[in-house]
């Protein structure tokens, strides 16, 4: 199979892509991580989440070390072809590290203020054995 459609991305000038996972049954955005063309090509190959960590400077597997992995039953894009946008199911219903569905609990108040709207559905501590 041709990695043809890969050309079609618009990728920075580190070789990534932003890339959006949105939850299927509800339509909540649940993240946002980056992607290279290994990492594109990888999740659809397995089905699977597969993002690249800037911070680890490697391939991440979505689920490695929590088991909460993202079946991907979609991959889109934008219409300038900037940004990934996964359409996903998230096993364990949770998608960031702090524990949480979803990694957008954090809303700005009328104070102008950072408040935290979603509860923590897991202590990370457990989760990973560290924070």
């Not at 991440?60 to 199911?89: F, M, N, T, Y």
């Not at 524990?99 to 108040?109: A, K, P, Q, S, T």
């Amino acid at each position: 199979m041709s990695d043809d459609w890969l050309d079609a991305i618009h990728w920075d000038d580190q070789g990534l892509v932003p890339a959006i996972a949105q939850e299927r049954a509800t339509g909540t955005i649940l993240m946002m991580a980056w992607m290279n063309p290994e990492s594109l090509r990888l999740t659809r190959e397995t089905g699977h989440a597969v993002y690249w960590s800037r911070s680890r400077g490697r391939l991440w597997h979505k689920g490695e070390e929590s088991g909460h992995q993202q079946v991907v039953h979609a991959i889109r894009i934008d219409c300038d072809a900037d940004v990934v946008l996964l359409e996903v199911e998230q096993k364990g219903g949770i998608a960031c590290h702090t524990g949480r569905h979803n990694c957008f609990f954090r809303e700005l108040d009328a104070q102008g203020r950072w408040v935290e709207i979603a509860p923590v559905l897991k202590d990370p501590q457990t989760i990973y054995g560290k924070v």
